[in-house]
């Protein structure tokens, strides 16, 4: 299908915290940051697919069904930031080893898909800010504490006066 950019999906798998977790990071946000990302979007991404066909958002959903890994616990204690993408985020010191598991798992199953392989090593974060001229790096922070129990596939709809993300699909972690 020749599908134009309009009706194209923009998509991404992520981890999506709870209200409570939401809350820390929320709060983590507004400490850290100037101008933090609307609470309602902070996400952790496990995959990001960008411009998406129907057909390809309907093969996503298939393969993310055939996903099989274990839930697990993240502890977000780590500020850190990429300069030339000027962002800010918060991550962990420690990765439990399912995380990049499941990542490299989604990214195979999507590949059946068509999907690209991702190049970039997988950085677990969380963006708290956007446009951020010096972002820093600060460890041994205050722990956001998140059960992770599932994954889910998201939406980024652009809305007046910015972006709204909207979880499609979820599935749970064993
Ligand atoms: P973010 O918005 O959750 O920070 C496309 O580049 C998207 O992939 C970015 O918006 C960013 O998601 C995420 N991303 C970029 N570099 C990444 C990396 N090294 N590891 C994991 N996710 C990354």
């Known amino acids: 299908m020749n599908a134009s ?26 400490h850290w940051t100037r101008c933090p990302v609307a609470a309602a979007n902070l996400h952790m991404t496990l995959v990001f697919l960008g411009g998406c066909t129907a057909e390809e958002l309907q093969c996503s959903r298939t393969a993310a069904a055939g996903v099989v890994a274990e839930g697990f616990e993240l502890t977000l204690d780590c500020l850190g930031g990429w300069s030339r993408a000027r962002v800010q985020w918060l991550g962990p ?9 499941l990542v490299v798992q989604l990214q195979q199953v999507l590949a059946g898909c068509g999907f690209a392989l991702e190049q970039r090593p997988y950085v677990p974060h969380v963006t708290l800010a ?10 041994g ?19 007046r006066g910015g972006v709204e993300y909207r979880v499609l699909d979820r599935w749970p972690l064993k």
């Open 141 to 159: 922070l205050e722990a956001v504490h998140w059960p992770v129990r599932d994954f889910v596939l998201v939406e980024s709809v652009s809305v």
């Open 93 to 101: 010191s420690g990765v439990p080893a399912v995380l990049p598991e």
């Open 5 to 30: 950019r309009e009706n194209k999906h923009r998509l991404f798998f992520a981890l999506w915290p709870d209200d409570v977790v939401r809350m820390q990071l929320a709060c983590a946000a507004d």
């Open 130 to 139: 956007r446009k951020v001229r010096k972002p820093e790096s600060r460890s």
